[in-house]
Nanobody
Framework: QVQLVESGGGLVQAGGSLTLSCEASEGTFSNSAMGWFRQAPGKEREFVGHISRSGISTYYEDSVKGRFILSRDNAKNTVYLQMNSLKPEDTGVYYC?????????????????WGQGTQVTVSS
């Protein structure tokens, strides 16, 4: 069993910044690529970004490119999502997940373990 716990969500004004954390219980955390998804009210969960095992390679959904930055600290079993220039459209529940199928990194099908999610609300 792998447990993922997101934290750092909250209320922020448009244009502000927020950094989310995802800590994994797995001891071999460095062997897993990780991804972030989000779900806005009334909408389906969508891909936000993906980070490789080493943290060298990252991929982002078009709407967050240039604003969001993924990073990781394998010694702490933690992945981070730094969000800058936040917009009301970024509001939603953010989830981290462990990627098991790299070719499906943009799909929920490529991930096996998910966190409980953390709420991010951007006010205008």
């Amino acid at each position: 069993q792998v447990q993922l716990v997101e934290s750092g969500g909250g209320l922020v004004q448009a244009g502000g910044s927020l950094t989310l954390s995802c800590e994994a219980s797995e001891g071999t955390f460095s062997n897993s690529a990780m991804g972030w998804f989000r779900q806005a009210p009334g909408k389906e969960r969508e891909f936000v970004g993906h980070i490789s095992r080493s943290g060298i390679s990252t991929y982002y959904e078009d709407s967050v490119k240039g604003r969001f930055i993924l990073s990781r600290d394998n010694a702490k079993n933690t992945v981070y999502l730094q969000m800058n220039s936040l917009k009301p459209e970024d509001t939603g529940v953010y989830y981290c997940a462990r990627c098991r199928v790299l070719s499906l990194y943009q799909s929920e099908s490529g991930y096996d373990y998910w966190g409980q999610g953390t709420q991010v609300t951007v006010s205008s």
